[in-house]
């Protein structure tokens, strides 16, 4: 079975600062990777998707993530972050056979400070 | 507007009385669950359904109950709450069920208050 770890349960930024939240993955091959933001209030909205090929991948609201196997890890950046930016970001792998239910890491709080 | 839709999105009762919470989608999607979500414990499946009438238990199926009659709903219900199940519940949906890597949709979210 596979699993998600994001080691940071809180980010603090400056506005306009970079940023990058950690996701690392456990799984016997490469996984299906996602990225959701979660609003105060709102629901999981995604972010972006990596399934093979580039292992770099763009997302909405300008943000990207990298693949890399190695490292077993898809972590999340934005070169600028913007105070609308402050919310949960879940790291999710999605398994390529076995399980068709993915699991969700737990979850990373980003504060953006002015 | 492809949505999910989750009602209530608040409720505060008191334990023992039934509740259910719906969900509604409108994508024609065949994949739906339910999470809930806890401070600290990320999100949590309860159950999924792959299909009309095919459910299962996800990682914490107890105290919960759905069903899958039509292929746009898929209720939440909670026959005997207690307190514990104090939570935030999200239902998702996804176009396929056989397929994990398809994104899921979620809706905005029940905040349930058990008395």
């Known amino acids: 079975a596979q699993s998600v770890t994001q080691p940071d349960i809180h980010i603090t930024v400056s506005e306009g600062a970079s940023l990058e939240l950690r996701c690392n993955y456990s799984y016997g091959a490469t996984p299906y990777l996602f990225w959701y933001v979660q609003s105060p209030g709102q629901g999981l909205q995604l972010l972006l998707k990596?399934?093979?090929?580039?292992?770099l991948v763009q997302g909405i609201k300008g943000f990207e993530a990298e693949f890399k196997r190695s490292q077993s890890s898809f972590n999340l950046r934005k070169p600028s972050v913007h105070w609308s930016d402050a919310a949960e970001y879940f790291c999710?792998?999605?398994?390529?056979?076995?399980?068709?239910?993915?699991?969700f890491g737990r979850g990373t709080s980003l504060i953006v400070h002015p | 507007e492809a949505q999910v839709t989750q009602n209530p999105r608040y409720l505060i009762t008191v334990t023992g009385k039934k509740l259910t919470v719906t969900c509604s989608q409108n994508?024609?999607?065949?994949?739906m669950s339910w999470y809930r979500q806890d401070p600290g414990l990320g999100l949590r499946q309860i159950y999924y359904s792959m299909n009309v009438e095919v459910t299962d238990k996800g990682d914490v199926p107890e105290g919960y109950k759905v069903s899958r009659k039509e292929k746009r709903n898929f209720p939440l219900i909670l026959e005997s709450p207690s307190p514990n199940q104090t939570s935030l519940y999200f239902c998702?949906?996804?176009?396929?069920?056989?397929?994990?890597?398809?994104?899921?949709?979620f809706g905005d979210g029940t905040r349930l208050s058990i008395l």
């Open positions: 994508m024609n999607h065949e994949y």
């Open positions: 998702a949906s996804r176009r396929t069920g056989g397929y994990s890597n398809q994104p899921q949709h």
């Open positions: 990596y399934f093979s090929g580039d292992t």
């Open positions: 999710a792998v999605g398994a390529r056979v076995g399980s068709y239910i993915p699991t």
